[in-house]
């Protein structure tokens, strides 16, 4: 069964204006999300700022977001890293805080090989009981690429290794991937801009950013297709592309922030190297959420 189905939100962390984790904000998002109708919650990822976050401050996080969701919908904790071992330690720390599941990223500046990459998450997997997903972001990652049937061979001979968030842009791969896995890999899209060609092409949902402004509106792109709405997906799709394209003309998540900013929320600083967004971007940003009517 996989983790989820549908919408999952690759929410942001909110700081205070003194860059320390802001709780009572968090708190806020969460309940946002789940009141929009997002489907899960993933934690400490890219858009979680996770890469500046301390070990303890990354755990507490986790941690908060576990109990505050309560077990009304999936958590899933990044525990990621470059290192095999950092990645172990988070893993085993988000189970033990009570983390639904794991999204695990490719090992990033090491650049290791299809057998490293196999083994690398053989071993975070082993050292967990809860599922694992693998989450292929070549563009993150120095351009190091988990090829399809590493992500089948993983799925298949790891048993907590459920399936694969994937950004990689590469529809060829994808399609070979799917057609490799013959239903053993639980594919989730990692571009907003694409949900309604990874459904047809197998997925059960996305891992958003958009989620974030328009919850409910990322949802119904996912049920609608999968509840055999075809057209209905597709309008929703394409009517969020600006708004998508918005999102990603600053490095994510500097957008999404400005954005939940703009809405009334407040997410505090971004922690360096992240900056601001540029005036004549978040001017290009507000009036792409107007359109879509999330502001």
Known sequence: M???????VAI??????NGEVDFPRFAEQIEYQIQGGTDAIIVCGTTGEASTLSHEEHIDVISFCVKQ?????????GTGSNATETAVFLSQEAERVGADALLVVTPYYNKCTQKGLFEHFKIVADSVKIPVILYNIPGR???VTILPETVVRLCREVKNIVGVKDATDNFSNIARMMALADGCVDLYSG??????????LGAKGVISVLSNIAPRQTHDIVTKYLDGDIEG???LQLKSIALIDALFCEVN???VKKGIELQGRDTGVLRRPLTQMEDVNAARLEKAMKEYGVL
């Open 191 to 200: 571009n907003d801009n694409q949900t309604v060609p990874m459904l047809a």
């Open 141 to 143: 990652t120095g351009g």
């Open 69 to 77: 969701v309560a077990g009304r919908i999936p958590v899933i904790a």
């Open 253 to 255: 998540p500097i957008p």
């Open 12 to 17: 942001t962390t909110p700081f205070t204006q």
């Open 2 to 8: 996989a983790v989820f189905t549908g919408a999952g």
């Open 233 to 235: 997906s597709r309008a």
